[in-house]
DNA sequence: CTGAAAGCGCTTACAG
DNA sequence: CTGAAAGCGCTTACAG
C-alpha cells in the first residue's frame, strides 16, 4: 500500500525512472513495447503518480479553483455541482472558493491558488467583476469568468443570453393577456443583472415598473411589500432570479394576494427548486450544466492557443405555475 | 513577482534555507532575533512557502475533501459553504467531491485525495456509510462522518439529536391541538435519518402514519399524494427534512388544500431557504455551521492524540407560518 | 528510444 | 541555535 514511488516501479520494470515518467506523461515518447510493459508493472503494482509531485516539477496543477460569492444560493450551487463533475472528468480538483462578496477573500484565494500553481480558475461574481483587481494576480490572468463582461479582449466568459431571456418572460406574459408587467431585479449587481434590467426596460417601452433595484438577498421580499402598497398594481412581475421570485411569492401570499390568480409571477434561472416552490415556479432556464463545463473548456483553450472564448447560451421558457392570465 | 524561493530569502537574510524553514514551521527552534529578521525579510519580499513543497516533503497537505453527495440539496450547500469558511481559517483548502450517492466515485475521491496527501477528509452520507468500505482505503481511518453512526470506535462523528429534534415538531403540534400526525421520510438513508422516523414512531404511540418512506428527491410529493387520497387524514405531518416539507407543502396546495389552514407542515433542517418558502415553514433548526466546525475540530483532535470524539448537537424549533392549529 | 543528471521548493535528522 | 546534506516524487533538457 505505501512506498510506492516512481522509482519503485521503475526497478520493478527494469527501466529508468524517466521512462516511466514518459510513459505515464508522454507516452508517444516512448516505445510501444516497454510502454505497455512498464504500465502494466505499474498496473500491477497499483502506482498512480503523485500529483503533487508533477505539479512541483511541472509548476502547474490540477487544482482549479471555483471562486463565487456563495453557495447557499442554489444558482451556485448547481453551478459548484455541475462543475465538480465537469472538472473531475478532466482529471482537475475543484477547490471550492466562497467569497461572500468580499474583495479580500477573492485575493486571498487568488495567491493561495496561485501557490497551487493551479492553471487556471472559473469565477461567478456576485458583482461586477473588477478585472483590474484580479490582474493584479497572476491567476487573474487565467480566469473565466461567467458573466457578460463585454467581450473582454483578455477573459473568457459565459453567459446566457439575458436579454433573449427577458423576452421570453416578456411575450410569455403578454401572451398571457399581461398589460402592465413590472420588474424586481435582485441580489446581484453583476453585468448580467444589468443587462436583464436593461432589457426590461425596454420592452417596457416608457412604461416601466421597477418595485426593488436593490441588489441583495432581500429584494424580492421588499418588492412585494412595494407592490402591496401600491394603487395602481401591475397584472405580472418578472424576477431579475428565481430567489428574489420565491421572495416576492413568499411574502404575497402572506399578505394574502394568490399566485397567479392575483398577480403572475416568473422567475429568472430555472432552478431545480422551482419545480417544488408553492406554486411551481414559470420561470427563464438557463443551462448552469452546460455554463460549467464549457467555462473549463474556455479556460483550456486559452491556455492551449491563447484564444479568448465568448459564448453566449440560449435561456428556455419553462411555464409551470406560477403564471396565468390577469384576473378580470 | 516570481522565482521567490527559500533559497532567495536565505540569501537575503544572510542565513541558511533551514533557518528560514524553521522561522515559518517551527519558530520556537529558532532565536528570536533571527526569526524576525527572517520574517521581515521574507514578508518585504512577500514570500509565502510553497504549500505543495511542503507537503511533498511533509507528506501531509492542506487539503481536505468534503465528500458530499450532492451539494443542490441546500442541507450540503450551508455545509460546504460554512465548512469552506471553516477550512479557510484554518489554512486548509476545501476540496468539493460530489459523489451523486455512487460508492464508487467516493472511492476515487478517496484514493485521489489520498495521494494528495490529505490529513483527513469529511464525509457527509447519502446512504448509510458503509465503514468496511470506507476503511479501504488509508484516507478512510481518518475521516469524520456527519450522521450518527453509533459511536463508533474509530470514526469520529457529529450529529443533531434527531430524536429530540423530531420531539419538538411533536410536541409544538400537540400544543396547537393536533392529535392525528404524519410523518414523511424523505432523501436520505443515512442512520439520522433512521433516527428521526424512529422517533417518530416512538412518539406516535401505536398509531404511526407513515406516509412515504422512500428515500429519493420525490418522496415529499408522493407523500402529499397519499396524504390527498386518504380518507382519514392526520392534521399535520412532519416531514423528515425540509426539502421533503417544500415538496409536501408544494402538491398539497396545487391539490386544493391550504398549508396551514387544512393541514400544518414542519419540517427538518432548518434551511435559510425555508424562510422564504410559501409559507415559512416552521421546522427543527439544525446548527449545521457548528457541524462544520466541529467536524474539522474532531479531525484534528483524532490526529493529535488519537481520541475519536462523538458531538451531539442540540437541535432547535423555529416557529414560522407553516403550522397553526388544527381546523374545526 | 532510453538513461543519467539536475532541480522543483521544501523539511528534517544530524553535526557542530 | 544554525548549517550542510539528503531526500520527498517527479520532469526535462541533454547525451548517447
Known amino acids: 500500500m505505501a512506498e510506492l514511488s516512481i522509482d519503485v516501479v521503475a526497478k520493478a520494470a527494469g527501466v529508468h525512472r524517466?521512462?516511466?515518467?514518459?510513459?505515464?506523461?508522454?507516452?508517444?515518447?516512448?516505445?510501444?513495447?516497454?510502454?505497455?510493459h512498464v504500465l502494466r508493472?505499474?498496473?500491477?503494482?497499483?502506482?498512480?503518480?503523485?500529483?503533487?509531485?508533477?505539479?512541483?516539477?511541472?509548476?502547474?496543477?490540477?487544482?482549479?479553483?471555483?471562486?463565487?460569492?456563495?453557495?447557499?444560493?442554489?444558482?451556485?450551487?448547481?453551478?459548484?455541482?455541475?462543475?465538480?463533475?465537469?472538472?473531475?472528468?478532466?482529471?482537475?480538483?475543484?477547490v471550492l472558493c466562497v467569497t461572500n462578496g468580499d474583495t479580500g477573500q477573492t485575493a486571498g484565494y487568488l495567491t493561495a491558488m496561485q501557490s497551487l500553481y493551479a492553471p487556471f480558475g472559473i469565477v461567478a461574481?456576485?458583482?461586477?467583476?473588477?478585472?483590474?483587481?484580479?490582474?493584479?494576480?497572476?491567476?487573474?490572468?487565467?480566469?473565466?469568468?461567467?458573466?457578460?463582461?463585454?467581450?473582454?479582449?483578455t477573459v473568457p466568459t459565459v453567459t446566457v443570453d439575458s436579454r433573449r431571456g427577458i423576452q421570453l418572460a416578456f411575450e410569455h406574459l403578454r401572451s398571457l393577456g399581461h398589460r402592465r408587467i413590472g420588474y424586481v431585479s435582485g441580489i446581484s449587481?453583476?453585468?448580467?443583472a444589468q443587462d436583464r434590467m436593461d432589457a426590461y426596460r425596454d420592452l417596457a417601452d416608457g412604461d416601466p415598473?421597477?418595485?426593488?433595484?436593490g441588489a441583495?438577498?432581500?429584494?424580492?421580499?421588499?418588492?412585494?411589500?412595494?407592490?402591496?402598497?401600491?394603487?395602481?398594481?401591475?397584472?405580472?412581475?418578472?424576477?431579475?432570479?428565481?430567489?428574489?421570485?420565491?421572495?416576492?411569492?413568499?411574502?404575497?401570499?402572506?399578505?394574502g394576494l394568490r399566485v397567479p390568480a392575483d398577480v403572475s409571477v416568473v422567475g429568472f434561472d430555472g432552478l431545480r427548486l422551482g419545480a417544488r416552490?408553492?406554486?411551481?415556479?414559470?420561470?427563464v432556464r438557463q443551462p448552469i450544466a452546460d455554463m460549467g463545463s464549457i467555462a473549463i473548456d474556455l479556460a483550456e483553450q486559452k491556455a492551449?492557443?491563447?484564444?479568448?472564448?465568448?459564448?453566449?447560451?440560449?435561456?428556455?421558457?419553462?411555464?409551470?405555475?406560477?403564471?396565468?392570465?390577469p384576473s378580470a
Chains 1, 2 share one sequence.
Not at 51 to 69: D, E, G
Not at 189 to 192: D, I, K, M, R, V
Not at 209 to 213: A, F, Q, T
Open 277 to 283: 416552490f408553492n406554486p411551481a415556479l414559470t420561470t
Open 189 to 192: 449587481g453583476t453585468h448580467t
Open 304 to 325: 492551449a492557443d491563447g484564444s479568448v472564448g465568448h459564448v453566449v447560451l440560449e435561456p428556455e421558457l419553462l411555464v409551470r405555475a406560477s403564471t396565468a392570465g
Open 18 to 36: 524517466s521512462t516511466v515518467s514518459r510513459a505515464f506523461s508522454r507516452p508517444e515518447a516512448v516505445k510501444a513495447e516497454t510502454r505497455e
Open 209 to 213: 415598473i421597477v418595485l426593488d433595484s
Open 216 to 255: 441583495d438577498t432581500e429584494a424580492g421580499e421588499r418588492a412585494a411589500a412595494q407592490f402591496v402598497a401600491m394603487t395602481d398594481r401591475p397584472t405580472a412581475i418578472i424576477a431579475a432570479n428565481d430567489m428574489a421570485a420565491f421572495g416576492v411569492i413568499s411574502v404575497l401570499t402572506a399578505q
Open 41 to 94: 508493472v505499474a498496473e500491477e503494482l497499483g502506482y498512480t503518480m503523485s500529483p503533487l509531485a508533477q505539479a512541483l516539477r511541472r509548476k502547474t496543477s490540477t487544482f482549479i479553483p471555483l471562486i463565487v460569492p456563495n453557495v447557499t444560493n442554489p444558482f451556485f450551487a448547481e453551478l459548484a455541482e455541475t462543475m465538480s463533475q465537469a472538472a473531475g472528468d478532466r482529471g482537475y480538483q475543484l
Open 125 to 153: 461574481p456576485s458583482t461586477r467583476v473588477d478585472i483590474d483587481t484580479l490582474t493584479q494576480f497572476d491567476l487573474g490572468h487565467r480566469v473565466v469568468v461567467i458573466d457578460r463582461l463585454d467581450d473582454h479582449p
